[in-house]
């Protein structure tokens, strides 16, 4: 393929998912770091997502986009696209169908299928460093993991999560898994709860823990679900990101995995009190058990049954990623300023809603 004075320089990372909240914030910070970078968009979404980097300061001129789509062999590349992505070493796999209500058959395409059809894809490259495969921070915990299950095994676990948190279950095994079997070198990274921006609050996702959020500045969150220890961890996005782009240079091994989270989040009736605080609205007057708010009407709690999942008491391994982290030179941001700059934006933008200001 014949290049032009014009054209970006061949690109060495590969961010899939790069229009989503997590895409662009990894997409600025690799361009910040003057890494030729190519991003997979769907349709037109190449000038919006240029425009908002553009916007947050980065110069695109060495980003490259490419149509791809996660559901089709070969991430359905044209001849053309594939062979501009002939030098990527490194490849970044951040999409992922992220709802919840999904069925089955809306989540498995993307946070299943895909997440193979990516695998396979990073075997063809010959100058492949490493796949970073993000998760969720309560998945993939177990040690040995299985792949595939059995279909009862299968529909069991997504009457149980949801399709969801199944789906991205069942796709960190199917990866974890088969990564080895193809030579791919694999690192799998689960961030908790990710909140925006620490110096400005930005977020651009307002699902999980926003939605809490969301109700306690409405007054529509009397009794919290959960218990004086249930944990929630957060990590804000531009520490994620800065991690994102550190684990290809700092993982070596052939298989990998991160858990991200900040250490100084409190347990979760502590962090709502801060940011009713903040806010200026009354906290929740009392705690009431996962089970009970299980059982009552949706309608009448407000509560996602899906969310419910995430409300544990848990405790997290971050040995790993805090090595990786310290290595990087990378530390987390002060947690209580950035969660009550996140609160603010939340607000600011009208969690997401229509009428809300968005950047």
Known sequence: MTRTPSDPPPPRTLVL?????????????LLTDGEPVAAAVRGGADTALRRWLREHGADDTTLTT????????????????????????????????????????QAEPTNVDGALHVLDWCATRPHLRRLVHLSGYRVGREPDPRHPLTPRATDELYARLGAYEASKQLGDAAVRVTAPRLGVPLTTVNPSSVIGHSQTGEAGQYLGLAQL?????????????????TFVPVVTVDHLARFLTAVPAHDEAPLAAHTVLDPDTPPLPDLIAT??????????????????????????????????TFLSEDRYDTTSADRLATAAGLTHPPLVPALRRWATRLVADGFGAPGGSRT
Not at 17 to 29: D, I, M, P, V, Y
Not at 68 to 92: F, K, M, W
Request: charged share 25%; aromatic share 4%; hydrophobic share 40%.
């Open 17 to 29: 998912g790069a229009t989503g909240f997590l895409g662009r914030w990894l997409l600025l910070e």
């Open 213 to 229: 959020v969301r109700q306690l500045h409405r007054g529509r969150l009397p009794l919290l679900p959960g218990t004086r220890g």
């Open 275 to 308: 940011l009713a605080a903040h806010l200026g609205v009354r906290p929740p007057r009392g705690l009431i058990p996962v089970a009970l708010v299980r059982r009552l009407p949706r309608a009448l709690t407000g509560a996602d049954p899906e969310t419910l």
């Open 66 to 105: 490419v149509t791809a789509d996660l559901t089709r062999p070969g991430l359905g590349l044209t001849p053309e696209d594939d062979d501009r992505l002939a030098a990527i070493r490194d490849v970044h796999n951040l999409a992922a169908r992220y709802q919840f209500g999904l069925t089955r058959a």
